[in-house]
């Protein structure tokens, strides 16, 4: 059986952030998955933060990608 370790790159409150930076991902070749979890019991019961998970051998390419965007779009 053969295992793949999954870590995440990226985490937000935000629906449309993680969609974008999932479509950013996936157009680069690189396999991701979506999680949702809740935050730290000093939020809200209702909020959450999910996560974009891809395998480990993708790390680097997708931290590479992630870099690029938020410098390309900070103001």
Known sequence: MDA?????????SSPQEI???KSKLEDAGIK???ENSYLSFLSTPTATNTFIKVDLKDEKKAFEIIDEYLKSNQN
Do not use: G, K, P
């Not at 793949?4 to 937000?12: D, G, L, N, Q």
């Open 19 to 21: 969609q974008l930076m």
């Open 4 to 12: 793949t370790t999954r870590v995440s790159v990226y985490e937000s």
């Open 32 to 34: 991701c998955d979506v």
